[in-house]
Structures are given as C-alpha cells and as structure tokens.
C-alpha cells in the first residue's frame, strides 16, 4: 500500500496552528487574554483536562478541520491502494534456466595427436534441438587449462585451435559461461612426443639390429626386405630393448614396387608377395630371431609360423602389407580380398585377418606413411594420415616384445622397404 503523507504536510501544519488557537482559548476561559497565566489558567486547564472546554465556533471550525483531513488522508490513502492493484504488472525477468545441450563434433574421442600437431576442437551447442547462437563458453584441458573462450556462432558451433599441448592424456572440457544457462561435455586425447627413432641413416648397430636371410639396409638409407627378385625372404629384428607392453603408437614409412628408386615408377607389372611389422614377445631376442629365420615365406610374408612352428605357443602382433593374392594355397592361407590389402593378423596365423582394409595403391613404389596405434584391445590404423583401420581385436592382450620388419617374394616380385621408425612416449589412455 502506498501512503501519500507528504501531500498533506501544509494541512498538518495548519492543523497544528489550530489545536494551538484551541488550547490558547481554553486556557484563556473566554477572557480574551492571549497569554494563559494566574489561578484562572490552571482553572481551565484542570477543566479542560476533565470536561474540556465548551463548543464554539473554534472548537466546531477545528473539529471540522481535522475531520475533513483525515477524511482526505483516507480517500488519498485508498485511492493509492487501489491505484497500486489496478495498474498491470510489469514484464518481469525470465529467470527460467536453459539446459544448454554440449557435444564435441570433433577431434574424435581417444584420438592420439603429435607434440606438434594442430589440434581442432569444435563444439555444437543446441536448445532445445535449435542451434544455440551467441552463447559464452570456454574449452579447458585438465592439463594445459583454459584453451580458449568466445560466444557460439550463428550455425551454434564454437572453434578452438592449438599446436601447444603438453605431452601426456587430456580431459577437454567445453562449459558454458552464459548467464543464461548451463552445459558441459567432456572428450579424452593423449598427445605423444615421439621418443625413440630409427632413420637407418647409418649402418645398423650390431647390439640393436640383426639381419635375417635377404634383408639388408640400403646404403641410400633404408632397410630392404628382398630387393625386386624373386624367391626370396628376409627380415631385419631390433634385438635391442623391446617394445613395453600395454598401449603404445609406432610409426613408420614403406616402399614396394618395381623400380630402384623409391618414387614415381613407370613399372606397373604384377609384384609379390609383400611385407610385414611385427612385434613379438618372446623372453629373449635370440628366441625372437630364429622365429623369424623359421617363419614361412611366400603368402606368410616372413612371418607367419611355418609348418614346423605350428605347435610353438607364440604371442606375437603383426600388421602385413599384401600385394599378392593367395586363394588357400601355401599352407592354407587364404586373403580376404583379391586387391592388395592392410591386415592385423596375431600370434604368427596369417590365414586369420582379424581387421583389414584394402589400399589399392600400395605398389607405386612412392613412400607411404604408416601408423600403428594400440590401445588395450582397439587397433587404430593410419595410411597416409587416413584411418584404414579402427575396431576391436578380439584376444588382443598386447605383451610388447621385439620388433621385426620381414618381407617376401615369389615367382613375382618387388622391392620391399621400410624407414623411418619412431616409437611414441608412453601417452596413451586405458
């Protein structure tokens, strides 16, 4: 309720100089005399005090006076009142909360990046399944802290970019700042400096590298498995610290096709047998070595368990590299497709391609970037920058183990190289 009491401060005060005249009179008892002194004051006083004075006109005018006023303080207080419920409320403040609904469109989640790699990672905000344009919000790492922060773009995405991750796993978190609402996602990357590195610049070190039937390293820089004749088999097997066991990211470049040079080739004729990457985990490199000087040739590509290895209780990973198609032939091996392919095979059983995927220009003699990431049981790998492989292994409980590049070849032929080796820093997530 509103109370108008300011509005009546000049009928207050007039009302005030009338009580004033009033007690003057009584005191006065009608004598006239504008000062109340002598027994004739306390008379009316006492009087007053008792009975009060008789009417007259200033007593009638004051009684009015004061009726009238507080009549009109009334009607004033009311009309106030009334006015404060008839008039509409204003808008009032939407304070209603907005469940922002967050999703990473990209990276993917467990995507292992270089040290140096530039990292893109876009966020999609929605309200209520519509794009939420304008909204503030930031993307933190758990390890590096705020990335970036900014407002939501028309189509609801926001963007940040960095090339500065420091090396290890990453929680990425995107949280909206608006006052408007809230939301959250979280996605989980490693990034890796790779650590240890093999150019095959230089000969190769007696202690860390052995040479297996007709495997060399190139004097140009390069291991070759074969060289482009035929009827041959070759691997080369680091005898030095093996692989850790548990998750890890190798990488690593090859090279098969006709001519001497690695590059553009203008002999395109058939080409055999292919070659292989494999990490075994024998107790001893001595043990790993004659595994790989017993391994079959032809379709087993170097390392696949020849007839007299086939009771042998192996644990072995390997990834080959397939030019030439085998329809059960050599010991039974049978390829999943006729075009040249990529497959992960385990525990020396090329006849079981666990994943593959067909590259159909794995003979053009260029280098070909390879990369091999294993991650509890999951097998992700990449040709050329693109994801070939990227599923379950089922059985896979990689144990580490000594790492062997071989290669073959039949009545056809090729050259099979392999350069280039680096092995990640531990980086990877469980």
Not at 175 to 186: C, H, K, M, P, Y
């Amino acid at each position: 309720m509103q109370l108008s009491l300011h509005t009546h401060r000049d009928t207050l005060c007039a009302l005030t100089a009338v009580l004033m005249a009033f007690l003057t009179a009584a005191c006065a008892g009608g004598a006239g005399d504008a000062r109340c002194t002598g027994p004739r004051c306390a008379d009316a006083v006492t009087n007053f005090r008792d009975v009060g004075p008789a009417p007259d006109a200033a007593t009638d005018a004051a009684g009015d006076l004061i009726g009238d006023s507080i009549d009109g303080l009334d009607a004033d207080v009311t009309d106030a009142d009334d006015a404060h419920d008839a008039a509409p409320d204003g808008d009032e403040p939407d304070t209603t909360s907005i469940d922002y609904q967050v999703s990473f469109v990209s990276p993917a989640a467990r995507t292992v990046f270089g040290a140096a790699d530039n990292v893109q990672f876009v966020v999609q905000l929605s309200d209520g399944g519509v794009d939420a344009e304008g909204v503030a919000l930031r993307i933190e790492s758990s390890r590096d802290g705020v990335l970036g922060s900014g407002n939501s773009a028309t189509d609801g995405t926001f963007t940040v970019s960095t090339s500065s991750l420091s090396n290890g796993q990453h929680t990425i978190t995107a949280i909206v700042t608006d006052d408007r609402g809230s939301g959250t996602a979280t996605l989980a990357i490693g990034v890796c400096r790779w650590g240890a590195a093999f150019p095959f610049d230089t000969d190769l070190d007696a202690a860390t590298w052995t040479s297996v039937g007709n495997a060399y390293r190139d004097e140009r820089g390069w291991l070759e498995m074969t060289g482009d004749a035929q009827s041959r088999k070759g691997a080369i097997v680091n005898i030095g610290e093996p692989v850790a066991p548990g998750d890890v990211r190798m990488r690593f470049r090859i090279s098969t096709g006709h001519c001497t040079d690695p590059g553009s080739c203008s002999n395109f004729s058939e080409g055999a047998d292919g070659f292989a990457y494999s990490i075994l985990a024998f107790e001893t490199a001595a043990e790993a070595v004659t595994y790989m000087e017993d391994a079959l040739n032809g379709g087993g590509l170097g390392y696949a368990r020849s007839s007299a290895q086939q009771s042998l209780a192996v644990e072995t990973f390997h990834v080959e590299f397939d030019t030439y198609f085998n329809n059960d032939q050599n010991g039974g091996i049978a390829d999943p497709t006729s075009t040249n392919h990529i497959a992960v095979t385990l525990n020396g059983d090329a006849r079981n391609h666990v994943l593959w995927s067909e590259a159909a220009n794995l003979e053009d003699n260029n280098w070909h970037d390879i990369e091999i990431e294993i991650v509890g049981s999951r097998v992700v790998i990449r040709y050329d920058g693109v994801v070939v492989i990227d599923d379950v292994s089922p059985g896979l409980e990689f144990k580490g183990g000594f790492i062997a590049f071989s290669g073959t070849t039949g009545y056809f032929s090729n050259h099979h190289r392999f350069d280039a080796l680096e092995i990640a820093e531990s980086c990877l997530f469980q």
